[in-house]
């Protein structure tokens, strides 16, 4: 596997081939992440084109009281881990790099979907996250690009952003991997305490009841019970010792409430444990 630290070594790369299957990453991998990989490699195989994942803490996407100074940096395991999983070429910049200069533009993902659920309790995370794929797409010129649905906010900006500044790439939606009590598994569950760890699954579980609960209202179309519904979600894990920011049904397609006719749907919650805080879902 190929080691790329400059965006003229990674244009050489793409230069040499015609088809390019990419997993954006921040690294410190895990089993959900090496699922990406093999997809892309599924897609692409060796004798058709290359798999590339980049590894990249995007200062751009944290917030100033958020994790990016802590954030895992494990790069050797992480290539390792990359090479066995199929993976071609990684691109793993510093970040004068990427951002030579400050990054004064950025792609700003519209209001109604990246204000609300993440965006509004991590205020600019969505500009973040556009402006770097975005500048990853143009140096990688993906014709495919493979993204977990855990961060499902962050999928759906992606595929919004893709279609409307069209972007000549498909995005592919990748399972959620759990651990056996449901947890997702997260570059951040590694801040969990052992003690917050034997509790973290009570999230996904809280989400598979509130995705029951809704769907019982929703079928007897008492939409005006969802706001209690979810009250009630968050209650359960504020009893455990949790701090939900949210925890919500929505539709698939833009993350607005539920209404009559709507049948894609999907529950979405974000809570801290501890010091660490969790998203999850399930579409439903
Ligand atoms: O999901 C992530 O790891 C990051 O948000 C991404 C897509 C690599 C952009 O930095």
């Known amino acids: 596997m190929e080691i790329l630290r400059t965006v003229a070594e990674l244009r050489a790369a793409v230069a040499r081939s015609t088809l390019r299957a ?3 990453t921040m690294g410190n991998l895990h089993e959900g ?4 990989v093999r997809q892309a490699r599924a897609r692409v195989p060796s004798d ?3 798999v590339i994942a980049s590894i990249f803490v995007n200062r751009l996407q944290f917030g100033p009281k958020e994790d990016f100074d802590t954030y895992p940096r494990t790069f050797e395991r992480d290539c ?4 066995l999983a199929g993976c071609d070429a990684v691109f793993a910049p510093e970040e004068r790099e990427l951002y030579p200069e ?7 993902p519209p209001a109604a979907i990246a204000n609300i659920l993440e965006g509004e309790h991590r205020p600019g995370f969505f500009t973040g996250v556009a402006t770097v794929v975005h500048k990853l797409f143009n140096v990688v010129q993906p014709q495919v690009a493979l993204f977990g649905k855990k961060d499902y906010q962050q999928l759906l900006v992606i595929r919004h952003m893709v279609r ?4 000549p790439i498909e995005i592919v939606g990748v399972e959620t991997r759990r651990a056996a009590d449901g947890l997702a598994l997260s570059s951040r569950n590694g801040y969990l305490r052992p003690e917050d760890r034997q509790e973290a699954g009570a999230l996904s579980a809280a989400l598979r009841q509130l995705a029951q609960d809704t769907r019982r209202a929703i079928d007897a179309g008492d939409f005006n019970a969802l706001p209690n519904i979810e009250a009630a979600a968050m209650a359960v894990l504020r009893d455990r010792g949790w701090r939900p920011d949210y925890l ?3 539709r698939r397609a833009d993350l607005l409430p539920p209404a009559s006719g709507d049948e894609a749907l999907v529950v979405l919650g974000a809570a801290k444990l501890g010091t660490t805080r969790l998203i999850d879902n399930f579409e439903y």
């Open 22 to 24: 990419f997993v954006p």
């Open 164 to 167: 409307q500044m069209s972007l």
């Open 33 to 36: 992440h090496l699922d990406l």
């Open 102 to 108: 400050p990054q004064a533009f950025t792609v700003q």
């Open 48 to 50: 058709q084109g290359l």
């Open 80 to 83: 390792e881990a990359l090479e």
């Open 248 to 250: 919500t049904v929505r």
